[in-house]
Nanobody, 124 residues
């Protein structure tokens, strides 16, 4: 059973950077493809990025390509989302997700379990 806990959110000015972390207290992340999603106020939750269980491939939503990087350290059971050149439209609650499968961007990957979310606020 995967139990995900996100950290690293906060308030940052436009153009700044944040790194989100997602740790699994049950040390099971290394067996799963992982992803990040986000939900802005009044909007549906959207896919942001995903990475294979071994970390050899990743995929991003177009709006974050070139600015965000997903990575993982299986020895530490942790997944990261490095966010650079942040924009006010990146403001959202960011959720880590253990995926059922990695779809390579062809479709939104199915989610097995969610973290509790961490707030990211980008001021203009």
């Amino acid at each position: 059973q995967v139990q995900l806990v996100e950290s690293g959110g906060g308030l940052v000015q436009a153009g700044g950077s944040l790194r989100l972390s997602c740790a699994d207290s049950n040390r099971a992340i290394y067996t799963r493809p992982m992803g990040w999603f986000r939900q802005a106020p009044g909007k549906e939750r959207e896919f942001v990025a995903a990475i294979t269980w071994i970390g050899d491939d990743s995929v991003y939503v177009d709006s974050v390509k070139g600015r965000f990087t997903i990575s993982r350290d299986n020895a530490r059971n942790t997944v990261y989302l490095q966010m650079n050149s942040l924009r006010p439209e990146d403001t959202a609650v960011y959720y880590c997700a253990a995926l059922i499968s990695y779809t390579g961007g062809t479709t939104t990957p199915p989610v097995r379990s969610w973290g509790q979310g961490t707030q990211v606020t980008v001021s203009s």
